[in-house]
């Protein structure tokens, strides 16, 4: 059965400091992924989507993640983060109309 | 072009009572979807429809019931709340030849 793991539930990270959040997947085909930032009180915004194509996807809010199929992951980097930041973060993968979810990681900025 | 919309967007149930969560979209999407989000948690699909007409069942069906007799509503009803459905409800969309789902701002539902 098609799967999304985020392993970590909550990440703390200094202002200014880089940020990898981690996601691995589990789907038979070539999978559509996504990474969604909800906000504290807000709904969900798409940060960025892989189809097909380049590995490296760049989103909004100076986002990107990479797509490595031998390691069925697609990890979400940001070089810098602001406090602005500081949100829930989840990673979704398509499986026939339908988004399976990963739990979330809950991003802390440290000023 | 407002997306999609949700109404409430805050509400307060007895156990027992019964209400009806609005969701509409005006982006002409054929898919529409029902999650909720318990604290802490992901999301589980209530119910999903794939069209005017057609519905079925997510992860997390019990104690709903979906309509969608157009393209633009797909409202969601609660019939005998109890507290297991306090959470906060997302109503989202997609167009056939996307794959982005597009959410609503959520209806934040408690039942005491």
């Known amino acids: 059965a098609q799967s999304v793991t985020q392993p970590d539930i909550h990440i703390t990270v200094s202002e200014g400091a880089s940020l990898e959040l981690r996601c691995n997947y589990s789907?038979?085909?070539?999978?559509?992924l996504f990474w969604y930032v909800q906000s504290p009180g807000q709904g969900l915004q798409l940060l960025l989507k892989?189809?097909?194509?380049d590995t490296l996807v760049q989103g909004i809010k100076g986002f990107e993640a990479e797509f490595k199929r031998s390691q069925s992951s697609f990890n979400l980097r940001k070089p810098s983060v602001h406090w602005s930041d500081a949100a829930e973060y989840f990673c979704?993968?398509?499986?026939?109309?339908?988004?399976?979810w990963g739990a979330g990681t809950k991003l802390i900025i440290k000023p | 072009n407002a997306g999609v919309t949700q109404t409430p967007k805050f509400r307060i149930l007895k156990i027992g009572q019964s209400m009806t969560l609005q969701c509409t979209q005006d982006m002409n999407h054929n898919y529409m979807y029902w999650y909720r989000q318990d604290p802490g948690m992901g999301l589980k699909l209530i119910y999903y429809s794939v069209g005017a007409g057609i519905t079925d069942k997510g992860e997390v069906p019990n104690g709903y019931n979906v309509s969608r007799s157009t393209t633009e509503d797909f409202p969601l009803r609660l019939e005998l709340a109890a507290p297991s459905q306090t959470s906060v409800y997302f109503c989202a969309s997609r167009g056939t030849s996307e794959n982005e789902q597009f959410f609503g701002p959520g209806t934040r539902l408690t039942v005491l």
């Open positions: 892989y189809f097909s194509g």
């Open positions: 979704a993968v398509d499986s026939n109309y339908q988004l399976i």
């Open positions: 789907y038979g085909a070539t999978p559509y």
